[in-house]
Antibody, heavy 121, light 107 residues
């Protein structure tokens, strides 16, 4: 069965960087893309970006351009999100989600458990 | 960016009620619309993709409709496990924007 397991919670100071991992299993990693979505405390869902597990190509939300880098390691079926120059409003749960495509539409079919990133002095 | 607007932002309902949530896109997105359910402390779960296709394992009391700019999620008979927050999301293009969410709680 498909599993998506993220790394543990992080506490960072403003200006620092964080790298969150997303390890997958139960399917051929390179077949599906992975998106990253974040959720600030008590708020809604915000799409951060996407990476093609096959090609490694990426697409980022404009808001995060220049601060976020998505990568993947096909040998370990793991995707990574690095966010730099952290601010207090980056405090959120960060989810990775494996995509599926059916009837020509893409949706997030398998989600990690989420990684809480807290940015605080 | 395509803006997704859900209404209402919250609603109170009773077990057995028929519940309808709407989602409007700022431009036509054909049927590239997905619905997710999120319970407190949990990751979202896909319910409906391509506007009206039920994801495997999701109860048939959930249904979706619409195309273009206006979409609807309907729960035909609300069950205790359905109290949650629901999000629409467009997959027409990037960024893959979400609606602000609709919280369904107990009346």
């Amino acid at each position: 069965q498909v599993q998506v397991v993220q790394s543990g919670a992080e506490v960072k100071k403003p200006g620092a960087s964080v790298k969150v991992s997303c390890k997958t299993s139960g399917y051929t990693f390179t077949t599906y893309g992975i998106s990253w979505v974040r959720q600030a405390p008590g708020q809604g869902l915000e799409w951060v970006g996407w990476i093609s597990a096959y090609y490694g190509s990426t697409n980022y939300a404009q808001k995060f351009q220049g601060r976020v880098t998505l990568t993947r390691d096909t040998s370990t079926s793991t995707a990574y999100m690095e966010l730099r120059s952290l601010r207090s409003d980056d405090t959120a749960i960060y989810y990775c989600a494996r995509e599926s495509e059916e009837m020509g539409t893409v949706f997030f079919s398998y989600w990690g458990q989420g990684t809480l990133v807290t940015v605080s002095t | 960016d395509i803006q997704m607007t859900q209404s209402p932002s919250s609603l109170s309902a009773s077990v057995g009620d028929r519940v309808t949530i709407t989602c409007r896109a700022s431009q036509s997105i054909s049927n590239y619309l997905n619905w997710y359910q999120q319970k407190p402390g949990k990751a979202p779960k896909v319910l409906i993709y391509a506007a009206s296709s039920l994801q495997s394992g999701v109860p048939s009391r959930f249904s979706g409709s619409g195309s273009g700019t206006d979409f609807t999620l309907t729960i035909s008979s609300l069950q205790p496990e359905d109290f949650a927050t629901y999000y629409c999301q467009q997959s027409y293009n990037a960024p893959r924007t979400f609606g602000q969410g609709t919280k369904v709680d107990l009346k």
